[in-house]
Every structure is written in C-alpha cells, then in structure tokens.
C-alpha cells in the first residue's frame, strides 16, 4: 500500500471523493496520511479532521521564496514517508526541489479535457467560463502526471462530460465535478498506487 498525501487548497470535495473511495474499499493501494493546505482557511481541514488524517497547512504567503515553500513542504512529505502526492485543488505552484523527488509520483485533477483550458491562469470556475465562450460542447475531467509544464504532464485519464445550452460555469463546474472528478481520481490514485507497489519509482 503507498502512503499517500493530499494536498488542497479550497473546499475539498475532491479529497471528500477520496475519502468515501477508501472507505468504500475503491483504493486498496492508497492508504491518505496526510493533507497538506496551502491557506488554514482551506475548508478541506474539516474534512481531514473529520476522517481522522493529519492535516498540516504551509501558508505560501509566508514563504519569503518558491524555494522556502518547497523546502518546508518536501520536510513535511519526507517526515509523514509520502510515496504519493495528489494536487486536488491545490493552488500553489510546486517548484524543482518537490517535482524532482516526486517525479512520476505527483498527480493532479484538472477540470477540462487537456490539453484544451490548460495552462497557466485556468483555474477553477475560469476553466469553465472559457470552456463556455468557446462554445464547445463536450468538456470534462483530466488526471494527469505533473512536471514543470502547467498542465502539461503525461495524461493518465480523461472523462467527458456534455455541455448543456443553459450551463453557467457554476452548473458546468458542479457537474464536471460529480460526472468526472470525483469518479476520475480516486481511479487515477489507486492506478498510480498500483504501480508505485510494481516498483514504478525508485
Ligand atoms: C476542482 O475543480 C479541481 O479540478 C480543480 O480545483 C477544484 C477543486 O475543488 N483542480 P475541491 O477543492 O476539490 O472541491
């Protein structure tokens, strides 16, 4: 079983999905040890709380430099023996020195189908809001690998969801959610967990 951290940044239901997922026996690879919050305000603390996991917040505002943030948080995964780290929400970016020693072993849920509304500046209901402008009519849910590349790591898996006529971002947002990421990374997670165990990484 691979120790696995969670790192967030907002309300967490994408930790919540992971939680009920290991509850429900859906990661039999994927044991949560840790969550790690970029703001103490992050809701995703209670929800930590309440499963009973460790939750450590590194503010990025208080780091002087990149380099601090990523020293301290790469401490924080190396004291709790993290094998895998999952972005689920998580706002900051991670520098060399984390992305070094994690390479194949850091994941992220982003909300379209990349590499389209990718990149810097697409986050949360942003993501939506272009996805919409563009007009497309099918969006959805990617799971991916992170390297230096904003959104540009190997994709793991993708789900896709329909666009409908009256969507705001705020429908679309909780839709892509329930129809794609909740269902999406728990899967991804237990993948990567799987091959971690099939000596994937060093
Ligand atoms: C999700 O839409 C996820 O795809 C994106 O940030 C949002 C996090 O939501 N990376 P939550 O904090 O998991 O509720």
């Known amino acids: 079983m691979s120790r696995v951290a969670v790192l967030v940044s907002g309300g967490g239901t994408n930790l919540q999905a992971l939680i009920d997922a290991r509850t429900n026996g859906e990661m039999p690879h994927a044991k949560l040890v840790l969550v790690v919050a970029s703001s103490g305000q992050a809701g995703a603390l209670q929800r930590a709380q309440r499963a009973g996991i ?20 790469l401490q924080l995964l190396r004291q709790y023996r993290i094998e895998v780290v999952v972005l689920a929400g998580f706002l900051s ?6 992305l070094n020693h994690y390479a194949g072993r850091i994941i992220n849920i982003h ?23 563009r ?38 947002q909780r839709r892509v959610m329930e129809e794609a990421e909740w269902q999406l990374l728990p899967r991804a997670v237990e993948l990567v967990c799987q091959r971690q165990e099939g000596g994937y990484a060093d």
Do not use: W
Request: aromatic share 4%; hydrophobic share 45%; net charge negative.
């Open 54 to 73: 460790p939750a450590r917040v590194i503010e990025r505002a208080d780091c002087a430099a990149q380099q601090e943030f990523d020293t301290r948080l």
């Open 93 to 98: 970016i991670l520098g060399p020195v984390v």
């Open 111 to 133: 909300p379209s189908l990349l590499p389209a509304f990718g990149g810097q500046g697409f986050y949360g209901l942003r993501v939506h809001k272009a996805a919409l402008e």
């Open 135 to 172: 007009g497309v009519k099918i969006t959805g849910a990617t799971v991916h690998l992170v390297n230096e590349v904003v959104d540009g790591g190997e994709i793991l898996m993708q789900q896709a969801v329909a666009v409908q006529p009256q969507d705001t971002p705020e429908t679309l």
